[in-house]
């Protein structure tokens, strides 16, 4: 029966040097002048000072974001006016979101945020201008056709 192997040796029946942190040594090769290394520290911190805090989000992107989703959803009610106030909205407040971000008083990342906000309000413009256009010619087709009674009887 072979002897039981001692965990702290090598194969070669050479000692293993370990330190905190798992850094494992050969024989002999510890840190500078023969003490082993100092372990990294935690990050330094930082006190105070524009560069502790990070940028807010900027609040007109997300505005204009919500405003461009409610203006694409909502181009059917009160025939489109509602979705065509949204969306002019969006426009302005992606708009001053753009302006925000770019003298450094919101946190870049607002920026795709503002750009789906202003696509989404001329989406919604669109379609809302659309869908007002073809009620009205809706409601002309049937002034013209004779109102509500389309089978001519008195």
Known sequence: MPAPRDPDRTPYNTPIEVEPYGIVRPPGASGAGGTPPVPPGPPPM??????????????QAIASLVLGIVSCVLFCLCYGVISIV?????????????????????????????????????????????????????VAFAISSGGANPAGTP
Not at 46 to 59: C, E, I, Q, R
Not at 92 to 108: C, D, L, S
Not at 109 to 120: D, E, N, S
């Open 46 to 59: 930082f006190v105070g000072g524009a560069a502790s805090a990070p940028l807010p989000n900027s609040g």
């Open 86 to 138: 949204c969306g002019i909205l969006a426009l302005v407040f992606a708009k001053q979101a753009e302006t925000e971000i770019a003298a450094g008083r919101a946190n870049p990342a607002g920026r795709a945020l503002a750009k789906a906000g202003l696509i989404c309000g001329i989406v919604g413009i669109c379609i809302a201008v659309l869908y007002l256009i073809a009620m009205i010619v809706v």
